[in-house]
């Protein structure tokens, strides 16, 4: 019956098959059994379509019609299946869970589900095999994985773990980058990113090299909910982390000043999907997180920074490690890190032009 209304053949060459039984398992576990027939032939006809009830794209559709390589798109739909593996187990943290268990090898703390979303993560990509390396900040050495595949993945599993106690809104960041050695390469090179975040609503926002494109979690899959997502020139929402650093930087105190005065309104969790993200939903807005004496920044590279910094160019914003463009930064380790600013372009060139003033902060070459 699941295949009735079309050839069998063309729908297995045309579609993704595993994706969309996937979809119609957790779709009927959540139906009442009177409703179980009622409801396959309703899916039946909207995957006949690609679309979901309310008349949008499914996720594989959409790439199916904005990415041309399928490898590529490939890796888009891993990463997906891996955020809606995490969407459920976030949702069932327990204290426990969000206890400290052990350290990376760069000494950083980690939670048990830190390493259960790195775990879930990994699993999705090693089946994937269009991916041919990848590293996360739970696991910061370059993982080999197909040697034919394309492209390496970077990722942050669970940004904002540290908040999932108060049961703030975390997220999972995702860069993908040409070939299976990315030392040497700069930010600006990635050919796609995506970000996810678990809320009260659980949202992928997919870089792709048409822009930015927002999909929700529903009833087990990804549907197209906001798409050409855009970031204005000027701002009137402003994140900013590292707070403490103005009582040892003179213009971050001076910055923070100018737009308190302008009324920008203060939207800051101390997680950095969230903070990043509301910039596309509400179309404006500044990041920032410099770095002082007694408070080294702690944002990586490869991890996070570039990846958010693609993602919001893409949108129309900018980014800045308040010395150059961030996408023309270049990639010198895994364990790189750096300070950012991130959102509308008035905002991220003002944050540059007074931390530049004082040059470099650790007194060295530009980076």
């Known amino acids: 019956f699941f295949f009735a209304a079309m050839d069998p053949i063309q729908y297995l060459q045309t579609h993704k098959v595993p994706q969309l039984l996937d979809d119609l398992v957790a779709d009927l576990l959540q139906s009442q059994p009177a409703d179980v027939a009622a409801h396959i032939a309703a899916y039946a006809t909207q995957l006949q379509l690609g679309l979901s009830a309310s008349g949008q794209p499914h996720l594989h559709t959409f790439l199916d019609q904005r990415v041309p390589d399928a490898a590529l798109r490939d890796v888009f739909l891993a990463l997906a299946q891996s955020c809606r593996d995490i969407s459920t ?140 997502l855009k970031v204005a020139p000027k701002a009137k929402v402003f994140a900013p982390g590292n707070l403490r650093a103005t009582q040892e930087l003179p213009w971050y105190r001076t910055l923070m000043d100018r737009w308190m005065e302008r009324r920008l309104t203060l939207r800051y969790t101390g997680g950095m999907v969230p903070d990043v993200l509301q910039f596309l939903i509400k179309g404006n807005g500044i990041y920032t997180t410099p770095e002082c004496p007694s408070a080294k920044v702690k944002l990586r590279v490869a991890f996070e920074c570039a990846p958010l910094a693609w993602l919001v160019e893409k949108a129309g914003g900018s980014s800045s490690d308040g010395y150059q463009r961030y996408l023309d930064l270049k990639l010198r380790t895994l364990d790189q890190r750096s300070p950012v600013a991130l959102g509308s372009a008035q905002e991220v060139q003002e944050y540059e032009s007074l931390c530049s003033g004082r040059g470099p902060s650790d007194g060295g070459e530009r980076r």
């Open 89 to 228: 187990a976030v949702g069932n943290v327990v204290d426990g869970a969000a206890q400290h268990t052990t350290t990376n090898t760069f000494g950083d703390e980690q939670l048990k589900v830190d390493l259960l979303s790195d775990r879930m993560i990994f699993d999705r990509l090693k089946a994937c095999s269009a991916v041919a390396a990848a590293a996360s900040e739970e696991t910061p050495e370059l993982q080999h994985l197909c040697p034919d595949g394309k492209f390496t993945v970077t990722f942050d599993p669970l940004d904002g773990s540290s908040i999932i106690g108060t049961n703030f809104t975390v997220g999972s960041i995702f860069g993908i980058w040409p070939g299976s050695n990315i030392i040497g390469l700069r930010a600006g090179d990635q050919v796609g990113c995506a970000a996810a975040l678990y809320g009260p609503r659980t949202t992928l926002m997919l870089g792709l090299q048409d822009g930015v494109h927002e999909f929700t979690l529903t009833c087990g899959h990804w549907v197209l909910t906001r798409e050409a």
